[in-house]
């Protein structure tokens, strides 16, 4: 178990909360120790009176500042884009690792809601003056996440963004790991990482594995206690809350038989992936 600092609750005010797309807000608030995560790292952010869920960090800025992306999805997030400015939430966190950030030439692969850890990632990268290449994909333009934020990043790094959308109005008609097997077969990256759909991962990562590329991606699993103690975020012999969020290829390879395959339900038994999507 992990009980660290970061563990301990804390009661803070939402500050700023912006419509990203329609069915995703981003919420800003306070929190020193948040403030010093890294990318890939996540929060427990508990809904007074209701529950506690996980969230990646989307920024973080010297003022204390961070900010999370949530996708209304079921009752929790629903509540959470009720909240406004001044209403107050409670905070566990940085938890979990982060991704490794590499030099060379890495490519960045997000759908969704894994565009905002990414996004953060590219900043930092950014400034390591990495050459970047990033694919996002969603269904629609609209849902298409932080794409003038990434955009902005063009102006003082090597870097690129190729876009695509289920419904094609935005970019490559089609799903992202289509550009992703599209952009391997033609060139070479030091380093892939990738965040988004556990489905989506299994590809990319079949197509690092071809490609014999580097992988680093965020995994999301049922999370109930984030500090190692519960169970149910198990993928094989890892904890996601404390052996990641953040794996590489190498641990990919170890829980094959699980990743994109099975999760834990709440009364933790295995279940099919598809079963609780
Ligand atoms: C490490 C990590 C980082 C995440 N980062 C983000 C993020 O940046 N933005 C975002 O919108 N979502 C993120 N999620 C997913 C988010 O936690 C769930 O969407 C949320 O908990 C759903 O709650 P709900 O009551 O609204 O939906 P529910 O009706 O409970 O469920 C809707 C879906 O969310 C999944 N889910 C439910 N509870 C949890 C839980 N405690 N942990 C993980 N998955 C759950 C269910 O399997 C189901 O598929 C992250 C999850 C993890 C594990
Ligand atoms: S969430 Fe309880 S062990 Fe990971």
């Known amino acids: 178990m ?50 506690e869920i996980p969230m990646s960090l989307s920024s973080t800025h010297p003022n204390g500042l961070v900010s999370v992306a949530v996708a209304k999805v079921g009752e929790a997030t629903e509540l959470f884009h009720k909240k406004r400015e001044g209403d107050l939430v409670g905070v566990r966190g940085p938890l979990g690792n982060s991704f490794q950030l590499e030099r060379g030439n890495v490519l960045l692969i997000g759908g969704g809601t894994g565009i905002a850890p990414l996004a953060f990632l590219a900043e ?80 990319i990562f079949r197509l690092a594995q071809k490609h014999r590329t580097p992988l680093q991606v ?28 953040v794996f590489t290829d190498r641990q990919l390879k170890e829980v094959e038989s699980e990743f994109g395959r099975f999760r834990r339900s709440l009364d933790g038994s295995k279940v099919p992936l598809q079963s609780l999507r």
């Open 218 to 245: 965020s995994l999301e699993r049922l999370m109930r206690c984030a500090i190692g103690l519960c169970g149910s975020c198990v993928i094989g012999k890892y904890r996601v809350c404390v052996d990641g969020p």
């Open 2 to 51: 992990l009980l660290t600092e970061n563990n301990l609750m804390r009661v803070t005010e939402i500050k700023r909360a912006t419509r990203e797309s329609p069915r995703v807000k981003e919420f800003f608030f306070h929190d020193e120790p948040c403030s010093k995560g890294r990318p890939g790292q996540f929060v427990m952010i508990w809904l007074p009176g209701f529950d």
């Open 124 to 203: 930092e990268l950014a400034g390591l003056k990495t050459g970047i290449t990033f694919l996002m994909g969603a269904k629609t333009k609209e849902e298409l996440l932080f794409l003038s934020r990434i955009k902005r990043l063009s102006t003082n790094t090597k870097f690129r963004v190729f876009t695509s959308t289920e419904d094609g109005s935005f970019g490559h008609k089609g799903v992202v790991t289509e550009l992703a097997e599209e952009i391997l077969e033609k060139e070479e990256f030091d380093t892939i990482y990738a965040c988004g759909k556990e489905l989506m991962l299994l590809k």
